[in-house]
């Protein structure tokens, strides 16, 4: 069982960047698509970005295409999230999330997708 835990969260500025980071205890990422989602208000968890750790692939929202980069660090068995020219609009808690590939060209944008949860870390972006 994978267990994950998020990192570098924080208070910052409309135009600033952050970097926030996933790492899993327990067993590697090898072989497993991770994701980030982020939760404003109510139930639901948007989907953020995702990567899958063994092929180069990456699924992006819309909303955060260009401004976001999702990305692996296979010495520290990591996921990081690089946000750039953050908005007001981006403060949530974001949760990093975890599910074996399934499929070498698929990756899944869904949060009942993923099996594997973290705690969340704020990131509250000021006007």
């Known amino acids: 069982q994978v267990q994950l835990v998020e990192s570098g969260g924080g208070l910052v500025q409309a135009g600033d960047s952050l970097r926030i980071s996933c790492a899993a205890t327990g067993r590697t990422f090898s072989d497993h698509v991770v994701g980030w989602f982020r939760q404003a208000s109510g139930p639901e968890r948007d989907f953020v970005a995702a990567?899958?750790?063994?092929?180069?692939?990456?699924n992006y929202a819309d909303s955060v295409k260009g401004r976001f980069t999702i990305f692996t660090d296979n010495a520290k068995n990591t996921v990081g999230l690089q946000m750039n020219s953050l908005k007001p609009e981006d403060t949530a808690v974001y949760y990093c999330a975890a599910v074996p590939q399934r499929s070498y060209y698929y990756i899944p944008g869904k949060s009942d997708e993923y099996d594997y949860w973290g705690q969340g870390t704020q990131v509250t972006v000021s006007s």
């Open positions: 990567v899958s750790w063994n092929v180069p692939r990456t």
